[in-house]
């Protein structure tokens, strides 16, 4: 008899226990899989790839010559990428400062475009320098905030 009430006494808690807990349906797990949080509480599952724009002006610096090839740096769609484009001219070199006025970033292209992939910068500040083989150079300033 004792080993018949603890026993049905288990089996009472054990249902309580369970009944507070929902069944997971498979809506249930899609729903507990939109909810996934990091460690500083973002939702990471239903987060939103982050988009950026650029607002680019050409700069005029003092005692530099500038390049005789039309030149243009513009965002590339949506996407966090620049497109650079220099008509007339093939070789150019092109370096990125931030706005401590640092290299962060340097390459060189043999046609008359490239794209240059921004992903890896953070929001803020930026200069764009192109040159040619001649030394003559354009430079562009690039702010690039988030959306």
Do not use: H
Request: net charge positive; hydrophobic share 35%; aromatic share 8%.
């Amino acid at each position: 008899m004792k080993k018949a009430l603890i026993l049905s006494a288990l089996v009472l808690f054990a249902g309580m226990v369970f009944a507070q807990r929902p069944v997971q349906t498979s809506r249930n797990n899609n729903q507990a899989t939109l909810n996934k949080r990091d460690a500083s509480g973002v939702n990471t599952a239903a987060a939103k790839p982050k988009t950026y724009s650029y607002t680019i002006t050409e700069m005029s610096i003092p005692n530099v010559t500038v390049m005789d090839a039309t030149a243009t740096v513009r965002q590339d769609g949506n996407n966090d990428r620049l497109k650079v484009t220099v008509n007339g001219n093939d070789g150019i070199n092109y370096y990125i400062f931030d706005a401590n006025d640092q290299a962060v970033s340097k390459n060189y292209f043999k046609t008359a475009s490239t794209t240059i992939d921004m992903s890896s910068f953070q929001p803020g500040e930026y200069r764009i320098q192109l040159l040619d083989k001649k030394g003559a150079e354009k430079n562009y300033k690039i702010i690039k905030k988030q959306k």
